[in-house]
């Protein structure tokens, strides 16, 4: 009984030093405001480590299979072309592949040329706003940790604050008031600490995912023009009488992404 009392005490005794030790000690010293900060610095990570992946499995050489796409379609391999975009991932791909879906099926359907380019580009626009969706997925939340996190930790430093000084109200007189008053702040200044190491790596991981993801839109709508003046190209070699009656329709850059 002795023996199971000791291991009791041994294990409590392990417990009190984990949880008045390191990380968890900040923690608890912080007070509640700690675990709202704790909670954005999970989710942040795990947005961080979800994009990451996500970006480099699209990652390709859009340049390379953009001249491999136009090459086919100046071939009339058309469906060889929708093919090849189908098995490559990004951006670049899945706006070829929805562009040339239209076109084949309208040009089977026997359109008029200037109907044929008018539709392809509205499927192409239609889409692109999907692939912006698609590429900036979770981002608002990175940009939500990175605001709040060092407000939170502030507001846990002001309520701390006021805290501490109230009590030194109430024990004026049986306690040194500068020592107390520097450790009280010493204390809740953590909570505005660990706000703003959550926020900043959050807002700079904000910042990255965006600028990779204007990178891919501008290259997605980069391709859209291509394909546009290439099908442009094609159809008016396949009729030129569109040319001469006027009825050829003017394309227009894709409003896919943003600037």
């Known amino acids: 009984m ?20 390191g990380v968890m000690k900040y923690m608890l010293d912080g007070g509640v405001f700690m675990w709202p900060i704790l909670f954005m610095a999970i989710l942040g990570a795990g947005v961080v480590i979800e994009r990451f992946r996500s970006l480099r499995l699209i990652a390709t ?11 086919l379609l100046h071939d009339d391999r058309v469906e ?69 996190a060092p407000m939170v930790g502030s507001v846990g430093t002001v309520v701390g604050m006021v805290v501490l000084f109230q009590e030194i109200v109430e024990t004026f007189g049986t306690q040194n008031i500068i020592l107390a008053a520097a450790a009280g702040i010493k204390l809740k200044l953590i909570v505005t600490v660990w706000g703003l190491v959550v926020g900043i790596p959050a807002y700079i991981f904000f910042n990255y995912f965006t600028s990779v993801v204007n990178r891919y839109i501008l290259e997605a709508e980069e391709t859209a023009s ?34």
């Open 2 to 21: 002795l023996m199971l009392l000791a291991e009791v005490a041994a294990d409590a005794s392990t417990f009190q030093k984990i949880m008045h030790s």
């Open 61 to 71: 050489d859009g340049q390379a299979l953009r001249t491999e796409v136009l090459d």
């Open 80 to 148: 060889e072309a929708i093919a090849l975009c189908a098995k490559s991932r990004g951006p670049v791909p899945a706006i070829l592949a929805v562009g040339l879906h239209r076109y084949e099926i309208l040009r089977r359907l026997n359109y008029d040329p200037a109907r044929i380019e008018e539709q392809v580009v509205k499927a192409m626009d239609d889409y692109g706003v999907h692939i912006t969706a698609a590429l900036e997925k979770h981002l608002p939340v990175l940009a939500t940790i990175a605001n709040v």
């Open 226 to 259: 291509q394909l546009i003046e290439a099908l442009t190209l094609r159809l008016a070699t396949e009729n030129p009488s569109s040319i001469e009656s006027g009825q050829r329709v003017v394309p227009v850059a894709s409003k896919g992404g943003h600037g």
